[in-house]
């Protein structure tokens, strides 16, 4: 079955410090991994989308990483902002036919002044 | 604004009553996906369409169907409603089936009481 766990399920960090998000899965046949931020009572917003053959992918001050042996990725945020506070999701898309993606239960992040 | 519309913003209904969701996707995108956000759960994937024909299914309940019309856009309906169906519901378009690309409207908001 395929599956997505994110950790941690909540984080607490303070303005300007760095913080790791975590992703793994266990789709397969592996497309694509994404990771989302969702504000409250919004829809995702995509962050970056990485394939098999990409191991990092930047967007401003987010990172994502992608180990495809291991299943795992990471979304690296740097000098946090208030505007941070959100869901983050990690999504894994197969490629077995029909293109059906599998989605975390997303970290949520809370940035403290 | 994502591009992809979706109405009404909010919608309350009595349970055992059908309502009928839109989804209008961005200019030049010919998929159409559904997702279900309940509260405190990830987003389910429900149902994905790729001009006009049904590509794959989901955790979509027999009371909901959706279609894609000719001109692209799409209807999410859901009949005999219950209180657990009161959720986030989102719609994502991308221009092919890969969903490699695509963006969320920014849901609707159904309340069952």
């Known amino acids: 079955k395929n599956q997505v766990e994110q950790s941690p399920q909540s984080l607490i960090i303070l303005e300007g410090k760095n913080c790791t998000l975590q992703c793994n899965y266990t789709v397969s046949p592996f497309s694509n991994l994404r990771w989302y931020k969702q504000d409250t009572g919004r829809g995702p917003v995509s962050l970056t989308i990485?394939?098999?053959?990409?191991n990092t992918k930047s967007n401003g001050r987010y990172t994502a990483t992608l180990d495809a042996d291991t299943k795992q990725s990471s979304l690296h945020i740097t000098a946090s902002q208030l505007s941070d506070s959100a869901s983050y999701i990690c999504v894994v898309t197969s490629s077995g036919g029909s293109y059906i993606p599998t989605f975390g239960r997303g970290t949520s992040l809370i940035v403290h002044p | 604004d994502s591009g992809v519309t979706q109405t009404p913003k909010h919608l309350i209904t009595a349970t055992g009553q059908r309502v009928t969701l839109r989804c209008s996707p961005r200019s030049g995108d010919l998929s159409v996906y559904w997702y279900q956000q309940s509260l405190d759960q990830g987003l389910q994937f429900l149902i994905h369409?790729?001009?006009?024909?049904?590509?794959a299914k989901g955790n979509i309940l027999e009371r909901f169907s959706a279609q894609q019309f000719p001109d692209l856009h799409s209807e999410l309906n859901l009949s005999s409603l219950e209180l657990g169906d009161s959720a986030l519901y989102f719609c994502a378009s991308s221009v092919d089936q890969s969903n490699y690309g695509y963006t969320f409207g920014s849901g609707t908001r159904l309340t069952v009481v």
């Open positions: 990485m394939t098999f053959s990409e």
């Open positions: 369409y790729y001009n006009g024909e049904e590509r």
